[in-house]
């Protein structure tokens, strides 16, 4: 079977490469069935899911592997994980890449900030030296047994200047990153935010003819008014809005739970909002139902009794009436 870092790789080599962030087993596989190719472990997603707190490297190493695992475990798509400044000093890196490739993820991105690390987002972001940064990106890659498994430098070295982040980018790309991830959120002093998408996308283009290597991008959508096309068109190889699945979710589910803390029920909002899974049976067979019960047939004798069969599936009638839905 085809290692999903060749996938990866195989992937970048016909061009653009939209990856979606994703969060848990559940958005990964649902990035799947939309058709996506490979998919963003984030890690502001994770630490906010799985730990209800914020992108500032509280997750341990074993922790977002065995949650990296189960994601790739439910999907086919090649998965690309944040590990952060890789959870200590050169030989917490390589055990990191050791772990992360028998996890199965397909490639990770590992940056130069110092500890303790902070989201892009947040004042106070520190950086270390260039001689420690490349040491720590060859730990990883002298780490890897998989020579297809990718692994991205990534610089937050906006934090000193537009100049600083080019050349260290290109240093890492020297130095055998196979990819870079040069964050932007300050530019020359300026949020990128603040700037109009037409200034955006012009500060992109530069970033893209100064790199001399393949780009991921920071996580950011497309400036408003742009695609993943013009992104590609730009300079960039691979895509990911990191926070935009979890961001829905989270929408979502406080407007959920407004309508039924409100109301008493859960009708307006299903009313308002509707799609295959307020079904809980289409969520089930979203992450592999059919395939499950296959596979129970397989080991379990028919029965003359239904309600003891696995094979048994309620119609979404049936279903809708058992969890109280019209």
Not at 10 to 18: E, R, T
Not at 29 to 47: H, K, P, W
Not at 102 to 125: F, M, T, W, Y
Not at 230 to 248: F, R, V
Request: proline share 5%; charged share 20%; with cysteine.
């Amino acid at each position: 079977m085809i290692r999903t870092s060749t996938k990866l790789r195989n992937l970048l080599g016909q061009g653009l490469v939209v990856a979606p962030g994703c969060f848990d087993p559940l958005s990964a596989r649902l990035a799947q069935l939309a058709g996506f190719d490979a998919a963003y472990l984030t890690g502001l997603g994770v630490e906010a899911s799985q730990l209800g707190a914020p992108d500032l490297g509280l997750l341990s190493m074993s922790e977002l592997v065995s949650h990296a695992a189960r994601m790739t475990a439910a999907v086919e798509i090649p998965i690309i994980a944040d590990i952060d400044t890789g959870f200590g000093g050169v030989l917490n890196i390589q055990r990191t890449i050791r772990e992360m490739e028998r996890a199965g993820v397909a490639g990770i991105h590992l940056e130069d900030q110092s500890l303790p690390k902070r989201c892009p987002l947040l004042a106070g972001r520190k950086i270390v030296s260039r001689t420690e940064a490349l040491d720590r990106l060859k730990a990883a890659l002298d780490a890897r047994t998989d020579q297809d498994f990718l692994i991205i430098a990534r610089s937050d070295a906006d934090t000193i200047s537009f100049d600083e982040l080019v050349e260290r980018c290109n240093l890492y790309l020297e130095a055998g990153a196979d990819m870079v991830m040069p964050i932007t959120i300050s530019i020359e002093g300026q949020s990128y935010f603040s700037l109009s998408p037409g200034d955006q996308m012009s500060w992109i283009r530069q970033l893209c003819r100064s790199i001399n290597g393949p780009i991921i991008g920071m996580g950011a959508s497309p400036p408003i008014g742009y695609t993943a096309a013009d992104m590609g068109e730009a300079g960039y190889a691979l895509i990911m809005s990191s926070a935009s699945a979890l961001s829905a979710a989270a929408n979502a589910m406080a407007a959920l739970f407004r309508e039924m803390k409100l109301t008493g029920t859960d009708a307006g909002f299903f009313a308002a909002n509707p799609g295959p899974y307020h079904d809980p049976l289409e969520l089930m067979r979203a992450v592999r139902l059919d395939e499950y019960l296959l596979a129970e047939q397989k080991y379990t004798p028919p029965t003359a009794d239904p309600s003891t069969s696995g094979s048994i599936l309620l119609d979404s009638h049936s279903n809708s009436q058992i969890f109280g839905k019209t």
